[in-house]
């Protein structure tokens, strides 16, 4: 790989070991992939946040890599554990908490922006169409290649954070136009579209392939609890919730939505691979993420709510008069989006809590549930694995979660 002199520099040690290590690890990914430059990132963000997940090996990695580490560029951090101001009230331990200060003091030492999202491109972070990125977050990934038009890699946590120290990533796969081609052709049989059902059937489909989606129908705007948008295009939240199950069923990376997505008319599907997916393939995927049918926890939130989603779970609970079940609700969203929808915030703290800095995925969740309603295929997918919480699941569309509080 040719390095610049800088980059050269940096390899060597010139400034400090922990830019040199990253450095090490930049070029090394780079020279696996068959790379033949470093290229200039505007952005990172960064995944392995979570006690639960790294653990006190992770929290001590992360306290002797940025010993003389300091980012370059803004670098967001994925979700923690607990929400910094309610983790008593959450449940979550002394001990949980501890561990979990650590982590963010290391990775504010680094320069880190505690921002605790998976959805900083739903804030003022979001970024433009043609930047280069290093973010690991999977969901977070899709949607900036596909909605936006930015590039980046689904880039492992320690490399998205090697990557921001040093300012540069390899170039390889989503940084170059021809990984960013459709390698399979999806044709939506359905005029019923859940997107995040659909998410998990595409990506269950195509592993780590391109999909060029095509919905065959215009989307029916009147299915109350599925959708509450006019104009019968997918909205951004849809295709939020779309990448982010397909990148969890498959490894879905980047999608095209005909008529939709930024690059959908520059790309050709002459001779793909054509799937149908029928609304019977929709029903049996969607029965297969239920395992439970009473739950102690409504969780919404998987990617972060934005003020829409806000608003609209606000609307929905106005509306659910009926008698309380004694589950809880938890609505998981970032700090920007929380202070933005204050009427919002209060009328669903009336039935539960709005989360921040975490979600139901990478807390505790195991210590304090046993049975969770989402309406996330990522998060249905997931928390039913006994490393991620061991929960008993229901899965359905947001009025259908809210229904069983
Ligand atoms: Fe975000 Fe947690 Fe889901 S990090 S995408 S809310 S698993």
Not at 42 to 62: D, R
Not at 162 to 188: M, W
Not at 235 to 240: A, I, S, V
Not at 281 to 309: F, Q, R, Y
């Amino acid at each position: 790989m040719d390095l610049s002199v800088t980059e050269q520099a940096i390899l060597d040690g010139e400034e400090g070991a922990g830019a040199a290590t990253a450095m090490e690890l930049v070029v090394g990914l780079g020279t696996i992939f068959g790379s033949q430059r470093l290229i200039p990132i505007s952005s990172a963000q960064v995944s392995g946040v979570s006690y639960k997940t790294i653990g006190e090996a992770g929290a001590h990695w992360l306290e002797e890599f940025g010993a003389d580490a300091r980012v370059r560029v803004p670098t967001y951090l994925n979700p923690s554990g607990m929400d910094s101001a309610q983790w008593q009230s959450m449940g979550i331990s002394q001990e949980f908490h501890d561990g979990q200060e650590r982590i963010l003091k290391a990775y504010a030492r680094i320069g880190v922006e505690l921002s605790q999202t998976c959805t900083p491109y739903q804030t003022h972070r979001r970024p433009h169409a043609g930047e280069h990125l290093a973010y690991a977050e999977s969901s977070a990934v899709v949607f900036v290649n596909s909605v936006i038009g930015a590039r980046t890699n689904r880039e492992g946590g320690p490399a998205a954070l090697a990557a921001a120290i040093v300012g540069r990533t390899a170039e390889y796969g989503f940084h170059l136009p021809a990984a960013r081609a459709p390698q399979v052709l999806i044709e939506v049989d359905s005029p019923t579209v859940n997107f995040a059902l659909l998410g998990n059937v595409v990506g269950g489909l195509v592993g780590g392939k391109v999909p060029y989606v095509r919905l065959l129908h215009p989307l029916d705007d009147d299915l109350p609890g599925l959708r509450w948008y006019r104009g019968g295009r997918p909205t951004e939240d849809e295709l939020k919730w779309f990448g982010a199950a397909a990148a969890a069923s498959g490894s879905v990376a980047m999608f095209h939505l005909e008529g939709r997505t930024p690059d959908w008319q520059q790309q050709s599907v002459e001779g793909l691979e054509r799937i149908t997916i029928t609304p019977q393939m929709l029903a049996s995927t969607s029965t297969k993420l239920t395992n439970a049918d009473k739950v102690d926890l409504v969780a919404i939130g998987c990617p972060h709510c934005s003020v829409e989603e806000l608003n609209t779970i606000a609307a929905l609970l106005k509306d659910h008069d009926g008698p309380r079940s004694g589950a809880e609700l938890w609505v998981c969203t970032n700090h920007e989006n929380r202070a933005a929808a204050p009427e919002a915030v209060e009328q669903i703290e009336r039935w539960g809590k709005v989360i921040v800095d975490t979600c139901m995925v990478v807390c505790p969740i195991e210590e304090l549930h046993h049975s969770t309603a989402v309406p996330s295929a990522k998060a249905a997918k997931y928390l039913r694995l006994e490393s991620f919480g061991g929960q008993k699941v229901f899965f359905g569309n947001f009025a259908e979660v809210l229904h069983l509080l």
